[in-house]
């Protein structure tokens, strides 16, 4: 079965960083646009980032832009969020996914797997 698995989670002081992991296993992964999604407290899950088949192609949200960077390694089926200049408000839980379906892929509703989450929490 396929399974998505986050890591990397945590607490940071603003103006730090993390790297979320996340290990696919159960796909083809090499076949799967990856994203990232994140949900805060009070709030609808939306999107982070994402990126293309062969790696090549990244879109960001523009809340992220600049600051965070999303990356994959198709021979270790794993897929990364480098964030960095982290602020309170990326305080989230935070979930990546795996769509076929690439011009959707802002679109949370694209997606067919979904990892379980990690938290990730800013403190000013």
């Known amino acids: 079965q396929v399974q998505l698995v986050e890591s990397g989670g945590g607490l940071v002081q603003a103006g730090g960083s993390l790297r979320l992991s996340c290990a696919a296993s159960?796909?083809?992964?090499?076949?799967?646009?990856m994203g990232w999604f994140r949900q805060a407290p009070g709030k609808e899950r939306e999107f982070v980032a994402t990126i293309s088949v062969r790696g090549t192609t990244m879109n960001y949200a523009d809340s992220v832009k600049g600051r965070f960077a999303i990356s994959r390694d198709n021979v270790k089926n794993t897929v990364y969020l480098q964030m960095n200049s982290l602020k309170p408000e990326d305080t989230a839980v935070y979930y990546c996914a795996a769509t076929t379906r690439w011009l959707d892929r802002t679109n949370q509703d694209a997606y067919n797997y979904w990892g379980q989450g990690t938290q990730v929490t800013v403190s000013s």
């Open positions: 159960g796909l083809t992964f090499s076949t799967y646009a």
